[in-house]
């Protein structure tokens, strides 16, 4: 994928940004005090589905503390609060092509320089992003922005280079000045996520997960295990899903759960859990997809 940014690619990662940031849009429009959080979530999947795009991962929605990895259960029955924030973030790919992008509402006004403080070090990153730009810089631009606003940056989760098909290329653009990450962002496609909290800015998994990945592999599971490997694997490869998408009644979502736990037992499912932060401290999060191309940055989800 990264040195193969051929023009049929950059056209469909465009047409992928487009849904995205329209779906982001709708976000906003539906988080309020009181709505479901499966009603957000399933309408900005519908929203993708209708556009003739795909979700490149279920909808997480982070409600306060929660920093990622949590989208709604099969019945959840959960309401946004009337106060605090919420983080939509939103992952669309056509023919694989990946946009991800995230948005952060402030359910209060006490909530609002939070907001801003994640806001801004995204728009101080794409000011400097180039072709070539170490790592480290955005990182470097990201921590200062939050700081100014008396918030720190999070700085076990990061941005990190897209593949066809693959949300995390293992290229990684830390949050903060990581001296280490002096590796050059080269044509490719990549997201800038900065999160800002008033915690220490660390997270930590909890013992629960909601979104799950198919590992490839030439395996040989019983009865409704395989079906259900090969149903998923022929239309979400190794993309994140969630068991909301497959089940239709509680006694089925309970079965689709015990196959879960088998096929992770079998190694060839992947869980990840619920990214909390580890004080407790409230989180805001935005993000944007660009795509480097030798002389120029498209920022796809704007
Ligand atoms: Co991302």
């Known amino acids: 994928m990264r040195s193969g940014l051929d023009e049929e690619a950059v056209k469909k990662l465009i047409q992928a940004g487009r849904v995205a940031k329209r779906a982001v849009d709708l976000a906003v429009k539906l988080v309020k005090h009181g709505v479901s959080v499966n009603y957000v979530a399933t309408s900005i999947e519908n929203y993708i589905r209708e556009q003739g795009a795909e979700p490149a991962f279920p909808v997480n929605i982070g409600v306060n503390n929660v920093a990622a990895h949590y989208t709604p259960v099969y019945n959840d029955d959960s309401t946004i609060p009337e106060q605090g924030v919420v983080k939509i973030d939103i992952g669309v790919h056509v023919d694989g092509y990946i946009a ?21 070090a995204l728009e101080k990153a794409l000011e400097i992003v180039r072709p070539g730009i170490r790592a480290l810089e955005i990182g470097k631009v990201v921590e200062s922005t939050i700081r100014s606003y008396g918030f720190n940056p999070i700085r076990n989760l990061s941005g990190h280079g897209i593949e066809r098909y693959t949300i995390h290329s293992g290229i990684v653009i830390p949050n903060y000045g990581d001296i280490l990450a002096r590796h050059r962002l080269l044509e490719g ?4 996520e900065p999160f800002a909290t008033n915690g220490s800015g660390f997270v930590k ?18 009865g409704g295990a395989m079906s259900f490997y090969e149903r998923v694997y022929r239309e979400r490869l190794t993309l994140p899903f969630t068991l909301r998408w497959y089940a239709s009644s509680v006694d089925e979502y309970n079965g689709l759960l015990k196959i879960v736990e088998e096929l992770a037992g079998r190694k060839v499912l992947v869980k990840y859990p619920v990214l909390v932060e580890k004080t407790g401290g409230y989180v805001s999060q935005h993000e944007h997809t660009v795509v480097i191309t030798e002389r120029d940055v498209i920022v796809t989800t704007i």
């Open 205 to 222: 998994e909890l013992d629960i997960a909601t979104i799950y990945s198919l590992r490839h592999a030439k395996t040989t599971l019983r």
């Open 100 to 120: 991800d992008t995230a948005v952060t509402i402030a359910l209060s006004p006490v909530f609002e320089g939070l907001v801003e403080a994640s806001r801004r």
């Open 189 to 192: 496609v990549y997201a800038i």
